[in-house]
T-cell receptor, first 112, second 111 residues
Framework: AQTVTQSQPEMSVQEAETVTLSCTYDTSENNYYLFWYKQPPSRQMILVIRQEAYKQQNATENRFSVNFQKAAKSFSLKISDSQLGDTAMYFCAFYSNYQLIWGAGTKLIIKP | SQTIHQWPATLVQPVGSPLSLECTVEGTSNPNLYWYRQAAGRGLQLLFYSVGIGQISSEVPQNLSASRPQDRQFILSSKKLLLSDSGFYLC??????????FGSGTRLTVV
C-alpha cells in the first residue's frame, strides 16, 4: 500500500528565513504525481506545487521549490524568504489511480 | 476558469437528523469528484470519489453516502447523523493528473 510520511509535526522559523519540510513516501509504482498543499487557518486547501515522477527536474513556483529524490522516495519542500502569510499546515500528497494519499501534515509557523 | 462551490460553510445538526452537503463545479466537464473529511489537526481522509455520473466509489464504511446526479454536481448525504460524523468536509475536483482543487469546506457539528 502507498503511504506518505511527514516526520515533522511542527516547525517554526523567523520571517525571511528558509525552511525545508520533509516528506517520504512508499510505492511500487513508477508513474505517479506528488503535491504539496497548504492549508491556512481559513482551512481552504491550496495547491502549492506539483511534481511528475517521470521528470527529473525539480519543480519550482516562485519562493517554493522541491527536492525530489525518486530513488530515495523523498519529496521535500523548500520555502525561501519565508513570509508571515506562509503560516499554515502543509500536506504532502501522492497521487495514483484517481486517489490522493495524504501525509499527516506539518504545522509551519513563521515568526515576525 | 474552473471554480468549485461548496455549501453550506457551517452546519449544526442534531443526532439522528439527515444531512445533505452539495458541491458543484464550473468551467470543466467530466471532472473526477471527491469528498474528504478532516478531523481537527489531522490530514484528509477520502470518503468517496466519482469518475462520472452515477459512478460512486466508497473508501471507508460509514454512515454517509454520496451521489452524482449531474456531471458537475456531487452530494454527500446521511439519513441519520451520528456524533462521530462531526468534522470538516471538503469537496474537490481533478482533471487528469494536474492536481486537486478544493472547495472552501463545510464545518459540520452534530449535537
Amino acid at each position: 500500500a502507498q503511504t506518505v510520511t511527514q516526520s515533522q509535526p511542527e516547525m517554526s522559523v523567523q520571517e525571511a528565513e528558509t525552511v525545508t519540510l520533509s516528506c517520504t513516501y512508499d510505492t511500487s509504482e513508477n508513474n505517479y504525481y506528488l503535491f504539496w498543499y497548504k492549508q491556512p487557518p481559513s482551512r481552504q486547501m491550496i495547491l502549492v506545487i506539483r511534481q511528475e515522477a517521470y521528470k527529473q527536474q525539480n519543480a519550482t513556483e516562485n519562493r517554493f521549490s522541491v527536492n525530489f529524490q525518486k530513488a530515495a522516495k523523498s519529496f521535500s519542500l523548500k520555502i525561501s524568504d519565508s513570509q508571515l502569510g506562509d503560516t499554515a499546515m502543509y500536506f504532502c500528497a501522492f497521487y495514483s489511480n484517481y486517489q490522493l494519499i495524504w501525509g499527516a501534515g506539518t504545522k509551519l509557523i513563521i515568526k515576525p | 476558469s474552473q471554480t468549485i462551490h461548496q455549501w453550506p460553510a457551517t452546519l449544526v445538526q442534531p443526532v439522528g437528523s439527515p444531512l445533505s452537503l452539495e458541491c458543484t463545479v464550473e468551467g470543466t466537464s467530466n471532472p473526477n469528484l471527491y469528498w474528504y473529511r478532516q478531523a481537527a489537526g489531522r490530514g484528509l481522509q477520502l470518503l468517496f470519489y466519482s469518475v462520472g455520473i452515477g459512478q460512486i466509489s466508497s473508501e471507508v464504511p460509514q454512515n454517509l453516502s454520496a451521489s452524482r446526479p449531474q456531471d458537475r454536481q456531487f452530494i454527500l448525504s446521511s439519513k441519520k447523523l451520528l456524533l462521530s460524523d462531526s468534522g470538516f468536509y471538503l469537496c474537490a475536483w481533478s482533471a487528469e493528473n494536474y492536481g486537486y482543487t478544493f472547495g472552501s469546506g463545510t464545518r459540520l457539528t452534530v449535537v
